[in-house]
Structures are given as structure tokens and as C-alpha cells.
């Protein structure tokens, strides 16, 4: 029998199949708001049957996949998932058991076997309870696709799409395919606690899938700051190893999957409670700011805008640029970037604008009315420099008593 080697020893795929020499281990997904675990996902483990030697996934997959065996193994997976659930405490609750299935496998063939649908009823284990793991990978019948989780649907099984935000990932399967869950990648998550862009990405991931009536679970949740920074975000369930690493289902771990959550859920309210009073503080500082220049502004000609400008922003450093408006929404003055920061290298795709400029579609401008003198915008991109900002506007008259509109562009990390 052929085999092949992985870091100098031999897999045998073929052995492993005619022994079922596979086991799955059970990843718990958990509810940290709703303090609950809701469900586990089984991950599949092998052992040589010869010389008792454990097989990582990735190289077992990868040598049925070489053998054309890939669909013989990913079956033994479920049923030895379904196996080991059943046999668990899991049978006596409402959890459920999320399996993975490569979306590669299914074509016009096996989308009509009902395999799991059988292997399931055979176990005595509910539709409801089985989530279905699309994996991201490469779809070779985009019609079986749709065929098969049309049918699993209306059997009544749960359909998830996994590893959004990964390689292969593409926004229009949500729509074609009509998942109940989507399970955002581990790429997006690690390290999330540092990074604005993820956690920006997060936020319009979990908006999006609100707004769609999709349920949305983070996954490579390792530490707690991950964890508090999902939640953060709006990510409720999450799975990862902070939570628990991949095991047998047993109460103490349970048990244990439930304190970290706990602790993670703690740490986000008392960051909560910390930040009210501190962005209360930053506001009020910009206020007087804005209150400041405004106050300067009425007083002074308008060639004296840019200096007048330059002069007040340089106290605040996360106040990356200003300018003046005209009651059109056109600019009158220049883009006065902050003498404390170094400017980001200019580019055609990054240039501030200029004198003269019209910019009255900004929302800045536009959703400035009478009922309010204020307005703050979400954050955006800055054309002027490639920074993640947001702009602070408020209306004022100059000297000669004619509306002006004064725009503070505020560098988000600046004031993080």
C-alpha cells in the first residue's frame, strides 16, 4: 500500500480508514453575554493504527486528498463527531454540534446522498441540533452547493458558513446560500485588541449580519483582551482557546470555559465603565476647543483664518488638520494641518483639500442644521492624509457677521 511521509514518518490514510482510527475532540463556542456555552464544534484527530502515532489534521487531509480518499475520510469524521456527541453530557442539553464539510466534496452526486441527514437519524440526534461547517474553500459545483443546503434546510438542520475573512472568502455566499451563522475567521480576530482596522472590520461584520438575521461567531478568541475586544464590538459568541482548547466534553471543563467568560465579561464592563467619563472628558475637550476657535474666528479677518488655525490646534496632537467653510459649504480657508505632527507623505490619492473647494455633499456640512450648531461624524478615512478621523463641525459667524462653518479633523488613534 502506497504511503507518504510527513516530517519522516509515514501516513497511511488507507489504514486509518479501514481501522476508523479517528476520534473527535470538542471545542466549546459560548455565549459570553448570555453566560452559556450554546454549542462545541468537533474537530477530527487520527492515530496510526501501526505504531500508535498521533496524525494532525492538515497532513491526514492532504494525503487522502493526494489518494482521492477525501470524501471516505470526511465521513468517518462525522460519524465519529456525531459518536463521541452523542455519547457525551452534550445529549442531555441543547447544545449543539457544530461539524465542518468541505465545500469541495459536494457535487451533483453527493448533494443528494442525505448522508448526514441519515447518519444523524441514526443516532437518534435532532436536525436542530447539527450545524453544518461550510469551510471556505474553493467551490467546484456552486449549483450542488446551493442544492445541498437547500435540502439540509428544509430537513431542519442549521447551516453555518465558516471562515469568513479568510483566503477564499466571498460576500456573495451569504447571499446565495442563506446561512443562519457565519463564523468570522481567525485572521480578523488575533491580535484585534491592537489593531483598528480589524476591530472596524469586525463592527461592519456583525452590523451586516444583524441587519441580515444572521448569527455571527468570532472565532480564534486566545486571550482575554481578544475576548473583551469582540465584545467591544458586538461579538457575543466567540470560540477560541482562551475559552477552552479542543478536548472531551466533561463538566469541570464546561465549568471552566463558563469562569473565563465570566472574566472576559467583567473586564469589558468595568472598560465600559471606565470609558464613559473618559470620552465625556476628551468631548468637553473638544468642545471648549471648538468653542475656543469659534470665539477667534468672529473676531478676526478672514485672511487670518489659517494662522488663527494653526495656533489653537497645536495644543491638541490629535487634532490632525482644520479649515473654514462658507455658509455653501465651500472652503475659505486652507487645510491647516497641525504644526505638532508630522504629516503623512501627500499622494494623488491623499491630499488635503483646498481654497476654494467645494465640500457642501460632506456630511459634516450637510447634516449641520438649525436644531443643532454641532455635528460629529462616524469614523472615515481622511482624503487629506490617510488617517482613520473623524470631523468635528460647528457653526459660528466672522467679523462681519456672515456664517461660517469651522471643520476639526481628529485623529482617531490620536484620541484612543
Not at 25 to 41: A, C, D, L, M, T
Request: charge should be negative; include cysteine.
Amino acid at each position: 500500500m502506497e504511503e507518504r511521509r510527513f516530517g519522516g514518518a509515514a501516513v497511511d490514510v488507507g489504514a486509518v480508514l479501514e481501522k476508523g482510527s479517528v476520534r473527535a475532540e470538542y471545542q466549546p463556542i459560548v455565549s459570553v453575554k448570555g453566560r452559556r456555552i450554546v454549542g462545541f464544534e468537533a474537530l477530527a484527530r487520527a492515530t496510526d493504527p501501526s505504531t500508535g502515532r498521533s496524525i494532525g489534521p492538515e497532513e491526514l487531509f492532504a494525503e487522502a486528498a493526494r489518494r482521492g480518499l477525501t470524501l471516505e475520510l470526511d465521513r468517518l469524521c462525522r460519524r465519529r463527531a456525531i459518536e463521541g456527541f452523542v455519547g457525551s453530557v452534550a445529549v442531555k442539553s441543547d447544545l449543539a454540534l457544530f461539524m465542518n464539510i468541505d465545500t469541495s466534496l459536494i457535487d451533483a452526486h453527493t448533494a443528494g446522498s442525505n448522508h448526514i441527514r441519515d447518519l444523524a437519524a441514526a443516532y437518534g440526534l435532532e436536525p436542530g441540533r447539527i450545524v453544518i461547517e461550510l469551510l471556505e474553500s474553493e467551490i467546484s459545483d456552486l449549483a450542488a452547493l446551493g442544492d445541498f443546503v437547500r435540502r439540509y434546510h428544509e430537513y431542519g438542520f442549521v447551516v453555518a458558513l465558516d471562515d469568513l475573512g479568510s483566503g477564499y472568502s466571498n460576500l456573495e455566499r451569504i447571499v446565495s446560500l442563506k446561512p443562519e451563522i457565519i463564523k468570522i475567521d481567525r485572521a480578523l480576530v488575533s491580535g484585534i485588541e491592537d489593531e483598528f482596522y480589524k476591530q472596524e472590520l469586525l463592527d461592519f461584520l456583525i452590523k451586516l449580519t444583524s441587519k441580515l438575521g444572521v448569527l455571527a461567531i468570532a472565532e480564534g478568541v486566545e486571550t482575554k483582551e481578544a475576548g473583551v475586544a469582540c465584545l467591544s464590538r458586538g461579538a457575543d459568541i466567540v470560540q477560541g482557546f482562551y475559552f477552552g482548547r479542543p478536548g472531551h466534553i466533561e463538566d469541570a471543563a464546561c465549568e471552566r470555559c463558563l469562569q473565563r467568560a465570566e472574566d472576559a465579561l467583567e473586564e469589558h464592563k468595568s472598560l465600559e465603565r471606565r470609558r464613559i467619563p473618559e470620552r465625556r472628558k476628551l468631548y468637553r475637550g473638544y468642545d471648549g476647543l471648538t468653542s475656543r476657535i469659534c470665539g477667534e474666528l468672529s473676531r478676526c479677518p478672514p485672511e487670518t483664518y489659517d494662522q488663527v488655525i494653526s495656533e489653537a490646534i497645536a495644543w491638541f496632537v490629535e487634532v490632525e488638520c482644520a479649515y473654514v467653510l462658507d455658509s455653501r459649504g465651500t472652503q475659505v480657508s486652507s487645510t491647516v494641518f497641525n504644526p505638532a505632527r508630522s504629516r503623512r507623505k501627500a499622494s494623488t490619492l491623499f491630499s488635503p483639500s483646498e481654497e476654494g473647494d467645494d465640500l457642501s455633499a460632506k456630511d459634516y456640512f450637510l447634516f449641520l442644521d438649525r436644531a443643532s450648531d454641532r455635528y460629529v461624524t462616524t469614523p472615515y478615512i481622511s482624503r487629506a492624509s490617510g488617517a482613520v478621523c473623524m470631523t468635528i463641525s460647528a457653526k459660528t459667524k466672522n467679523a462681519e457677521g456672515l456664517p461660517i462653518v469651522l471643520c476639526l479633523d481628529i485623529d482617531i488613534k490620536g484620541a484612543s
